[in-house]
């Protein structure tokens, strides 16, 4: 009998208030489609659907952007308290069906299927292992999280983000270089910079 395939979701990000964007930056477009779409379309792409959009900050607004997406969309009420809070929300949405939970933040307009899927070959099933993507000589989202990373991600609060896990001993750290994870969207400059 064939070895049941690993479940993998995938989490996109978008609860923020883009405090230096000056607006939700989640709705700006680049190359003509809003940030938030075109994370969601990514991340659908590497993990068939199974993908959870975490909103918070004028939710009213990227809600309407998901109208026509068939995914989880899990609302972060705390999304004032940052990051930790959403990837809280979303490792919440997933422990009971989850392998692992592959994070992705909706401001990184680079990310590509292609790589989201290289972070999913590149981990070899067990369930405490962490695969980081690797750029600008640190590690940092997208990541993938194992099975035993979800309760600490569960336990986050505040604007304290996961990287804490990548050097805890219970935890294997592996990396798939992608330099294009450098780029984030921060600033309507930023955003010039697209266009």
Request: net charge negative; charged share 20%; with cysteine.
């Amino acid at each position: 009998m064939p070895e049941k395939q690993p479940t993998i979701f995938a989490a996109v990000l978008a609860a923020g208030r883009s405090s230096r964007f000056g607006s939700t930056k989640q709705a700006a477009e680049v190359g003509g489609v809003p940030l938030l779409v075109r994370a969601t379309t990514t991340a659908t792409d590497a993990c068939d659907g199974r993908v959870v959009t975490v909103i918070g900050h004028d939710w009213q607004t990227l809600l309407g952007l998901l109208q026509s997406y068939s995914g989880f969309v899990v609302i972060n009420e705390a999304y004032a308290e940052g990051l930790g809070a959403s990837i809280a929300s979303a490792a919440r949405a997933c422990r009971a069906r989850a392998d692992a939970l592959l994070l992705l933040l909706a401001d990184q307009p680079l990310i590509t299927a292609q790589h989201l899927k290289a972070l999913i070959d590149s981990w070899s099933g067990a369930t405490n292992e962490i695969v980081a993507s690797s750029f600008a000589g640190t590690e940092g989202p997208p990541v993938l999280f194992a099975r035993d990373a979800l309760p600490e991600l569960i336990a986050l609060t505040g604007d304290r983000g996961a990287r804490s896990l990548f050097n805890d001993d219970r935890f294997t750290l592996r990396t798939v270089p992608f330099e294009a994870a450098a780029i984030d969207i921060d600033t309507p400059a930023d955003l010039a910079a697209f266009s």
